[in-house]
């Protein structure tokens, strides 16, 4: 069946440098969703990314969309405290359904 | 701000207690999720409805763990028995699918609910 990994899992990095995490998907994506969860709360969509090679950016964090769709990845520049969190993609597939995966757990260090 | 319900936030009990999680999905929705959420294997999906209808309980184990809808606002996770390996977080969450197929909607989660069966 479909499945979507991530790496890496953990990322510890210290204030003001910058983070990175890959997603890669065993089959073709109809589009690809961010969500981000902070620590003890719950998932919250950040972006969707439906084109092929689409690049969206929300102020220090950048979305891209792989030419193929099949792999996305979401950097961070010069992270800060309040960027801690894990950060999920979610593809959607040919069935339809969303698949999450395993997610990145970002550590900033003050 | 619309929000996904979930009740109750927080559940400990004995094995083999009857555990029941509600959802009131943000009005307007159709299409509400399952989750759960663990350590060791990330966040699952256990079963979907749209409509009110169920379209996927694949990732649910069937033996113990029930899901419905009894009305629009309303969706049910039911576990009977609960197991030690049933604690967990159990997220909600729902979206609007318009025109009934996969959608590019968002997933809008609740805060769900922990579970820890002793």
């Known amino acids: 069946g479909q499945q979507v990994m991530q790496i890496p899992q953990y990322q510890h990095v210290q204030e003001g440098e910058d983070f990175t995490t890959y997603c890669n998907s065993s089959?073709?994506?109809?589009?690809i969703q961010w969500y981000k969860q902070r620590p003890g709360g719950h998932p919250v969509f950040l972006i969707q990314?439906?084109?092929?090679?689409e690049v969206k950016k929300q102020k220090r964090l950048t979305f891209q969309f792989g030419e193929a769709k099949k792999n996305s990845s979401l950097h961070i520049t010069a992270t800060q405290t309040t960027d801690v969190g894990t950060y999920f993609c979610?593809?959607?597939?040919?069935?339809?359904?969303?698949?999450f995966g395993q997610g990145t757990t970002l550590q900033v260090k003050p | 701000d619309a929000r996904v319900t979930q009740t109750p936030r927080h559940k400990v009990t004995e094995m083999g207690q009857e555990v029941t999680m509600r959802c009131q999905p943000i009005?307007?929705?159709?299409?509400v999720f399952w989750y759960r959420q663990t350590m060791m294997q990330g966040l699952e999906l256990l079963a979907y409805?749209?409509?009110?209808?169920?379209?996927?309980d694949s990732g649910m184990p069937k033996d113990r763990f029930s899901a419905e809808m009894p009305d629009a606002t309303l969706a049910t996770l039911k576990i009977q028995p609960s197991e030690p390996r049933d604690s967990a977080v159990y997220f909600c969450?729902?979206?609007?699918?318009?025109?009934?197929?996969?959608?590019?909607?968002?997933?809008?989660f609740g805060d769900g609910t922990r579970l820890s069966i002793l």
């Open positions: 089959t073709t994506l109809s589009n």
């Open positions: 979610a593809g959607r597939g040919n069935t339809g359904k969303l698949i």
């Open positions: 969450a729902s979206g609007l699918v318009p025109d009934g197929r996969g959608s590019n909607q968002p997933q809008h």
């Open positions: 409805f749209r409509n009110r209808a169920p379209l996927d």
């Open positions: 990314l439906v084109k092929s090679g």
């Open positions: 009005l307007g929705h159709n299409t």
